[in-house]
């Protein structure tokens, strides 16, 4: 032997409790103390990737079983997240099981993981998942545990910290940080996964959730993230932008955790809140699957919780006809507002504010459909409706106002429609100050209608009045901004200034993008119209690509019957027809 080779061991001490310090030895210590590990040079051990945790199952119950069984297989992986100790509990459950299935362990795993909570004398680990779980809990103090508990009502995602303290707001922000950080985080219960986000990992929150069922405060718990996660929903407004979107983002998983699991803890007044801004959060998006399943989850939930006559019922209808309203299904959406007006009318009386806006929605529809008689009726009936219950100077009178004259306009019935946005401009601006979002709305809409009737020079400095406004009052990202631009745009077009349309048609192209996302039918409408702008200037080559995607992206997101679809569809076909018939 060498003697100028110092002799090298590798020891393992599992679960270390006390720093040791040894100089003949390489010591690899195995633990969950984070206090511990920072006098140590670290070797972090994650969760296993799909492949190795097959590979430990297969050194179990050999490959042959994994084969014939593989999705299974990579199910159960993903059922125990991962985790080596659970696996190895697993695998040697399935090694003494011959004839139990990986289907079947999945679905006794889906009950109890009873397979987690007994070890095998033969075991690297001494104790099972539950059991070194428990001595964990053991050494929690009360608000440490409570808070375990807490964390586990979260849904299986990372979890914003101020939605913790909001449940909890009697706890002193510092002295809540110092239970996580020295608790929590100190056992390795917790997981940091970005600045202010943590994470219960699958199996640990099951842990925390059999616990949270044996704490006096089990109910109160839940009723406070139920209330913080109602608060949050009401925050999502119902044309959210990409910012909306991206605060909303990281308790979306949180709120459909409380619409779904934790449900019974609402109280009925709520109820319908979460379902609100779920629908509000994917419909802003242009995801409307998503937006349907949430809008029809909420007139299930609250018919089933309140009945059939109830006033929020009579609100999750309208909302789903509004969503089949925007998908241009017409058919759909008519007897639900038909609905919603018969109970809100039958609930409140036929005099409410309610009912008005309730008569006003269904005559936007007839609006979109054609159905301007029916519309006219209605609108006129919603205006004299909220003139009584309001009186003739009030917000909604003025949006009842305006809608009446678009409605005019839409007939080509501009001299009828001239005195009611002068109207309601002039309303606005009264109530709400000449500096406010619906004042811009009211300035852009008189120039549109200018616009409709060629009077250029009159339109030019309103359009541009109402996108001065609007990025004054909204900020430079906000849709009505991109809705601004892309009208001065539509105006030089028709003018033949190409040269500065396009430019202001690519700004609103990208602006919509940014704010909400590659896939919105409002994107789509900026491509058609930057399409038609190249058309008009015979530019078919660069125009043709553009319908395509426009056409593309609205039966996507809107389907094929949509009068959006249909119109640049009818648009490309003319761009050919012109093509071959040079």
Not at 555 to 581: F, I, M, W, Y
Request: include cysteine; glycine fraction near 6%.
């Amino acid at each position: 032997m060498d003697s100028s080779k110092e002799l090298q061991f590798l020891e393992v001490l599992s679960e270390a409790q006390k720093s040791l310090r040894m100089r003949q030895f390489k010591v690899l210590i195995t633990t969950r103390r984070q206090w511990l590990a920072e006098s140590l040079e670290q070797l972090n051990l994650e969760v296993f990737s799909e492949k190795a945790s097959l590979k430990l199952l297969v050194s179990f119950v050999g490959k042959k079983r994994i084969q014939g069984e593989i999705n299974q297989a990579k199910g159960l992986c993903g059922d125990l997240g991962y985790l080596p100790l659970g696996l190895e509990l697993v695998g040697r459950y399935l090694k003494r099981k011959q004839d139990v299935s990986l289907a079947q362990m999945r679905q006794r795993l889906g009950l109890e993981h009873r397979s987690l909570e007994q070890c095998s004398p033969d075991m690297t680990a001494k104790r099972g998942v539950a059991a070194a779980f428990e001595l964990s809990w053991l050494e929690l103090d009360k608000s440490a545990q409570e808070l375990g508990c807490l964390l586990s009502i979260f849904a299986l995602a990372p979890i914003p910290w101020e939605l913790v303290e909001q449940c909890l707001p009697e706890q002193n922000e510092e002295d809540l940080e110092d239970i996580r950080d020295e608790s929590l985080l100190g056992l390795s219960l917790l997981e940091r996964r970005d600045k202010g986000s943590y994470q219960l990992h699958q199996l640990i929150r099951e842990f925390f959730s059999g616990k949270l069922e044996q704490l006096v405060e089990a109910k109160e718990l839940k009723g406070r993230f139920c209330q913080v996660m109602v608060a949050e929903a009401k925050q999502i407004p119902d044309k959210p932008t990409q910012r909306d979107i991206a605060q909303a983002t990281p308790t979306i998983s949180h709120l459909a955790e409380a619409a779904t699991v934790h449900k019974n803890w609402l109280k009925d007044e709520d109820l319908i809140w979460l379902f609100v801004g779920l629908g509000n959060f994917y419909q802003g998006q242009g995801t409307y699957l998503q937006a349907v399943k949430w809008r029809e989850k909420c007139c299930l939930e609250t018919k089933t919780r309140l009945g059939n006559e109830h006033h929020h019922v009579a609100s999750s209808i309208s909302y789903l006809a509004y969503l089949y309203q925007s998908q241009g299904r017409y058919d759909e959406a008519e007897p639900l507002f038909l609905q919603a007006l018969v109970l809100y009318k039958k609930l409140l009386g036929n005099e409410h504010p309610f009912v008005a806006t309730s008569v006003n929605n269904l005559a936007l529809l007839y609006k979109l459909q054609g159905r301007y008689d029916e519309a006219e009726t209605l609108f006129l009936q919603a205006l004299a409706l909220y003139k009584k219950l309001l009186g003739n100077e009030h917000p909604d009178v003025a949006t009842s106002i305006n809608n009446l004259a678009l409605l005019y306009e839409s007939q080509g019935r501009y001299e009828e429609a001239e005195p009611l946005y002068q109207q309601t401009l002039a309303l606005s601006k009264k109530l709400l100050g000449n500096e406010h979002p619906d004042v811009a709305a009211s300035i852009n809409n008189l120039a549109a209608l200018y616009y409709s009737q060629g009077r250029y020079e009159e339109a030019e400095p309103l359009y541009q009045q109402a996108l001065a406004l609007s990025k004054k009052l909204l900020g430079n990202e906000h849709p009505d901004v991109a809705a601004s631009i892309n009208n001065l745009a539509l105006l030089y077009e028709s003018q033949g200034r190409y040269e500065e349309a396009e430019p202001l048609y690519q700004q609103a192209l990208a602006l919509s993008k940014k704010l909400l996302g590659n896939e919105h039918p409002d994107v789509a409408t900026s491509i058609n119209n930057l399409a038609a702008l190249y058309y008009s200037q015979e530019r078919s080559e660069e125009a043709e690509p553009l319908y395509q995607k426009a056409l593309a992206l609205f039966k996507k997101l809107l389907g094929n019957e949509h009068p959006h679809t249909r119109t640049v569809c009818k648009n490309l076909e003319q761009l050919r027809q012109d093509a071959n018939s040079n």
